[in-house]
């Protein structure tokens, strides 16, 4: 499964953006999916996911009120929209996908490769 996250970019502290990631090929459909993080010098951190029908989602605590994850199916991509950023959401930003919402937070399957965010102060 390829996975190719996109959207990333420089924003300024309280700005919004909105990252990609595009699962072309079968699969994606019935697969959760999961975005990670990883800021410099910090391991990767689980971010949010979603389950195949996008009925299910699951936050860490960070994210929770602040980004929103969303998936379009017909589309084969998935989505983070990420609202009030702070400088310490700056890091690469992972997309994965797994066959189980519960799995996935902790042990993804297939990995994309990242996308930087960078939010200015």
């Known amino acids: 499964v390829q996975l190719q996250a996109s959207g990333g970019g420089l924003v300024q502290t309280g700005g919004s953006l909105t990252l990609s990631c595009a699962a072309p090929g079968r699969g994606f459909s019935s697969a959760a999916m999961g975005w990670f993080r990883q800021a410099p010098g910090k391991e990767r951190e689980f971010v949010a996911a979603i389950n195949w029908s996008g009925l299910s989602t699951s936050y860490a605590d960070f994210a929770k009120g602040r980004f929103t994850i969303f998936r379009d199916n017909a589309k084969n991509t998935g989505y983070l929209q990420m609202n009030s950023l702070k400088p310490e959401d700056t890091a690469v930003y992972y997309c994965?996908?797994?066959?189980?919402?519960?799995?996935?937070?902790?042990?993804?399957?297939?990995w994309g490769q990242g996308t930087l965010v960078t939010v200015s102060s």
């Open positions: 994965a996908t797994g066959p189980f919402l519960v799995a996935i937070t902790t042990k993804p399957t297939y």
